[in-house]
């Protein structure tokens, strides 16, 4: 029987597919490719090369289909494209408006099939940006004006809308960042050159240059590297009816400023060419302007003036006559001038022309740094100008004058500035009486007239509510001006009472109890400067000092150590102080017994041994010139510091820190290692001896000033090198150094001297040559012989810690022996107290012992002798009316008190305390 297979009857097919845009779902405008080759070869084949007709069809057909933006892929073929019209312009300007088409097209995101294409092209895609400033050549203002649209349109941060089917546009940061990496803005700046005539196409150029340069680093130093601040600020005065060339320009400038390298600007500008443009510029702003706009761009260039001449000290600034006319508007307010700049120039109180007049006063001060600025500095009268600054503040002021505030600011500004200017016009400073003013400002400072001042900027800080801020600046200008060493600059501030006057202000603020801030400190830092310069070398003005200058020191060596670490410059004040003796104390008399009568140089010692190591120099060279008072050298000795260090101990110690920092070859024990050269450091040994002029110090004469060790030697001079208290073994070792200092230096100037000679190839004499090698051969016997003293002091030392060890031995022993008594004499007392017939045998040999000591024994037997023992009794102790019973504890034998009234034994007449307690031990 055959089985039938009935067949299932077939699935009919979908015969198409139903896509998003069959359905019109998707939005946006569609692309319509169009073969790039075919309007290529159009254009560049030799056989159509002049069918221009046909060549404006192709390229209004290839701009109207991609009209929604280029493929990022096909950006080679469109500049290519734009290279062909670019270079057929200048023959047929018909290329011009498809390529201001194209160029249009280009001003829109590049469009992208893949999310990789961006990454894949990124080469070609920053090799056509570049291309776009290679079209800066065509000689087409049209093109030029629609390139700079469309870079502008490139390098924006909002990301235009643009909605293309199937193609995605980059993102506007994709697109800064290929511009970036391009060379467009190199490009542009150099394209500047051909632009000198189209002011507007210029204009143009120069936005496109502002917008790059506003927020990158990368392309602020492409376009400094095609000297864009030169070019820039070289043409920024130009003629230009608009008004936007200078300001465009320093807009290019203050972005070069910001993002780029200040000191490739600083040098681009320094030319003579720029800085008169400046000149120009800043002059006629001056005169010319008078909105707000105006004074806001004269600030301006006065900023970039400031800077140029800060970078580059030999700017052509004088040679210009920019700094002459600088000098003129900085001070033509309080110095009277004929000059037509300003005979009709006033400024307000607004705040665009009080930062004009504080930068102008700022800018004096840079340009000093030229010596050939001073004779304009005393052409122009500037110290007079800035010295009608120098006077008494007032709470109000005039509808035309400078607020109080701002006054103070500028007061300030004009003082900072003296300190730099004074000291180069020595003459027009005492013309101007300038030490009078100075010593009158500052008794206005610390006097009770009532002023608030305001603290504002810079020079004004911790000046608020109070006149800090003057006197800090006028003790500055002081400071400044004793630093020259002018001797009639000195003698007029003694004379004016100015060494009276800064101890009063010293004297209180030393006895203040409100605590100091870095302010107060540097003031006071200033004021001991100024009396230490003054007093340095006349005796007649160190008698002025006299006790109270004294006790102001003295009250600021005692200053808290632990203010020495928070930071706010009393270690300053402590140098300040130091020097202060040095100059003002030691060398008169008078000073130097009202010091030493306050245990000053107790205080210098206290300081010597905590202070730092950086400190050690100046402090142990003042006490070396205190040293010349006979009186001194008995309070150093008496003197005592931490753990009963005295002072040959803490200079030894000195020492041993000096040889370690200089690398002086010593063994562990602090020995000499090598007796050829017992002082020579590290460094001295490395540089070798060299031959020198005559006037050139050697290194061994050099290393008597570089460190420490030449001066605690003399002071050993002074207090002398035997019999001297708290030296430890090792302090005699480096002491014998210390002692034969000046021999081991003598000799190894000699060595030197020596080796020079052999290096320039001359032989000494005979007698010379005999004299130099005895003393070489004396140097090295010494040191054999100091190294031999070490030796036996360290072998001393050796043999009594031997004898200190034994000593201490013997006395444990003796702890032990004694112990060992103790415990020889318990067990006895167990045994006499445990066995009763031990007892009896030990109270035999006590009354056997009784009997033998004594001499005579007949008396024992008259009638008249009566016995002081007690017969009967059991104990080998003495016996007294009162007994001591050593009872055995009650937690031991767990018995109870019981309290018991005893009465008064008649009989013997012994009475106990009622109520006494008595304890009967229990049974076993």
């Not at 008072?629 to 005295?646: F, I, Y």
């Not at 810690?801 to 006395?811: F, G, P, R, S, V």
């Amino acid at each position: 029987m055959g089985t039938e297979f009935q067949s299932k009857p077939p699935i009919p097919l979908v015969g198409h597919v139903i896509t998003d845009d069959s359905m019109g779902l998707k939005q946006g405008i569609s692309m319509q490719p169009i073969n790039y080759n075919k309007v290529i070869k159009l254009l560049t084949d030799q056989h159509s090369v002049n069918l221009f007709e046909r060549h404006m069809h192709s390229l209004q057909r290839l701009v109207k289909h991609y009209q929604a933006g280029f493929l990022i892929k096909d950006l080679v073929q469109v500049f290519k494209i734009l290279n062909v019209c670019a270079d057929r312009i200048q023959d047929n300007k018909q290329y011009i408006q498809p390529m201001l088409d194209i160029l249009k097209i280009c001003s829109k995101p590049f469009l992208k099939e893949k999310s990789s294409d961006e990454v894949a092209y990124s080469q070609i895609v920053v090799e056509s940006i570049s291309q776009l400033g290679y079209l800066m050549r065509v000689p087409s203002r049209e093109v030029r004006l629609q390139l700079a649209k469309t870079l502008l349109s490139l390098y924006n941060r909002t990301q235009k809308k643009q909605e293309v089917r199937d193609h995605k546009p980059a993102s506007s940061k994709y697109n800064m960042i290929m511009v970036e990496r391009s060379d467009v803005a190199e490009t542009l700046v150099k394209s500047l050159a051909l632009l000198e005539d189209d002011v507007e196409v210029k204009l143009c150029i120069l936005d496109v240059l502002q917008h790059l340069s506003a927020f990158s680093n990368v392309n602020c130093n492409k376009m400094l590297a095609a000297e864009a601040a030169s070019r820039v600020c070289s043409r920024m005065n130009d003629p230009d009816p608009s008004g936007k060339l200078i300001f465009t320009s320093l807009e290019i400038l203050w972005n070069l400023l910001e993002n780029g390298d200040e000191n490739d600007v600083a040098k681009q500008l320094n030319s003579y060419v720029c800085i008169n443009a400046l000149k120009e510029a800043f002059s006629q702003q001056m005169t010319s302007g008078f909105s707000h706009y105006d004074r806001q761009l004269r600030n301006d260039l006065l900023v970039i003036s400031t800077l140029i001449a800060t970078k580059c000290p030999d700017a052509p600034f004088i040679e210009t006559g920019y700094a002459k006319q600088l000098i003129l508007f900085a001070t033509f307010q309080e110095v009277r001038s004929h000059n037509a700049l300003v005979r009709h120039l006033k400024l307000s109180t607004n705040t665009e022309d009080f930062e004009l007049k504080t930068m102008l006063i700022n800018i004096l001060a840079v340009l000093s740094k030229d010596s050939a600025f001073v004779p304009l500095l005393v052409e122009g009268h500037v110290l007079l100008g800035l010295f009608s600054y120098v006077r008494a503040n007032e709470n109000a002021s005039q509808p035309q004058e400078w607020s109080p505030a701002q006054f103070e600011e500028i007061q300030l500004q004009a003082m900072s500035v003296l300190c730099t200017l004074s000291p180069l016009c020595v003459h027009d400073y005492m013309t101007c009486q300038g030490n009078t003013r100075l010593l009158l400002q500052l008794e206005w400072c610390v006097g009770k007239e009532d002023f608030a001042g305001h603290g504002n900027a810079y020079h004004g800080e911790g000046g608020r509510g109070n006149k800090r801020a003057q006197m800090r600046y006028c003790l500055h200008m002081m400071r400044s001006m004793v630093s020259i060493g002018s001797d009639a600059v000195n003698q007029d501030l003694v004379d004016q009472g100015a060494i009276n006057q800064l101890l009063d202000i010293l004297l209180s603020a030393s006895h203040s109890e409100s605590n100091d801030d870095f302010i107060d400190v540097e003031m006071q830092c200033d004021m001991l400067f100024i009396m230490s310069v003054i007093c340095e070398k006349d005796m007649h003005r160190k008698e002025l000092f006299n006790d109270k200058g004294v006790k102001v020191l003295l009250q600021y060596m005692r200053t808290n150590p632990d203010k020495l670490a928070r930071g706010l410059g009393h270690h300053r004040l402590i140098l300040a102080t130091v020097d202060c003796i040095w100059c003002c104390v030691i060398g008169a008399y008078m000073n130097e017994d009202a010091f030493l009568e306050g245990q000053g140089l107790f205080l210098l010692l206290d300081l010597l041994e905590t202070s730092a190591k950086n400190m050690h120099n100046l402090l142990i060279g003042c006490l070396l010139d205190l040293c010349e008072n006979p009186k001194s050298v008995a309070h150093m000795m008496a003197w005592r510091g931490k753990k009963d260090c005295t002072i040959a101990n803490l200079l030894v110690q000195i020492w041993r820190e000096e040889e370690k920092a200089i690398g002086v070859s010593r063994d562990e024990t602090g020995r000499i290692a090598d007796t050829s050269k017992p002082l020579m450091g590290t460094l001295q040994e490395q540089a070798g001896v060299t031959s020198l002029p005559a006037n050139c110090p050697s290194q061994s004469i050099v290393d008597v000033s570089e460190n420490m060790r030449a001066k605690i030697y003399a002071l050993f001079c002074k207090i002398g090198f035997e019999d001297l208290p708290g030296l430890s073994a090792e302090d005699h070792v480096s002491l014998c150094i210390i002692e034969r200092y000046l021999d081991f230096k003598q000799g190894e100037v000699w060595k030197e001297i020596h080796t020079e000679l052999e290096q320039e190839s001359v032989r000494p004499v005979t007698p010379d040559q005999e004299a130099l090698a005895i003393i070489e051969r004396a140097t090295e016997e010494i040191a054999s012989q100091v190294s031999d003293t070490q030796t036996d002091l360290l072998d001393a030392k050796e043999q009594q810690d031997l004898l200190d060890e034994q000593e201490m031995y013997a006395e444990i022993r003796e702890n032990h022996r004694q112990k060992e008594k103790s415990l020889k004499k318990w067990d006895d007392y167990v045994a006499r107290t445990s066995n009763y017939n031990l007892l009896k045998e030990v109270k035999s040999s006590q009354d056997q012992a009784i009997e033998d000591s004594r001499l005579e024994a007949d008396y024992i037997e008259s009638g008249t002798f009566h016995g002081t023992e007690l017969s009967n009794l059991q104990t080998t102790t003495y016996q007294g009316r009162n007994i001591a019973v050593d009872s055995t504890p009650l937690e031991l034998t767990g018995t109870s008190p019981i309290l018991a009234h005893i009465e008064k034994d008649k009989d013997r007449g012994v009475t106990l305390r009622d109520r006494s307690a008595v304890f009967i031990p229990s049974e076993a």
